[in-house]
Nanobody, 121 residues
Framework: QVQLVESGGGSVQAGGSLRLSCAAS?????MGWFRQAPGKEREAIAS????????YYLDSVKGRFTVSQDNAKNTLYLQMNSLKPEDTGIYYC?????????????????WGQGTQVTVSS
């Protein structure tokens, strides 16, 4: 079982920045971040292939969010810039042995507990 622990959420005004961290007990082949906005389905917003570093992003966050990993620290990051009120939600760190970006969140094997991000206008 992969253990994932997120940190770094909080409240920020529109246009601000936050960095989320996810400490992992190990790095499966794919890591990433999901977001669940109030009343909406959980959706993948960024993913990274642990070996190659190839990254994938939801269109609405491209150019604003950056996913990265520190293999020495077994930590995944999500740098979020130019935040918008529609970025508000619970952010979950996720890990899976296969590519999952276009799959349903229900198929993803490992989850963190989630961290709240609130962006005010």
């Amino acid at each position: 079982q992969v253990q994932l622990v997120e940190s770094g959420g909080g409240s920020v005004q529109a246009g601000g920045s936050l960095r989320l961290s996810c400490a992992a007990s190990q790095f499966p082949r794919y890591m990433g971040w999901f977001r669940q906005a109030p009343g909406k389905e959980r959706e993948a917003i960024a993913s990274i292939a642990s070996e190659s570093g190839s990254a994938y992003y939801l269109d609405s966050v491209k150019g604003r969010f950056t996913v990265s990993q520190d293999n020495a620290k077994n930590t995944l990051y999500l740098q979020m810039n130019s935040l918008k009120p529609e970025d508000t939600g619970i952010y979950y760190c996720a890990a899976h042995p296969a590519y999952f970006f276009n799959a349903s969140w229900r198929q993803v094997r490992h989850w963190g507990q989630g961290t709240q991000v609130t962006v005010s206008s």
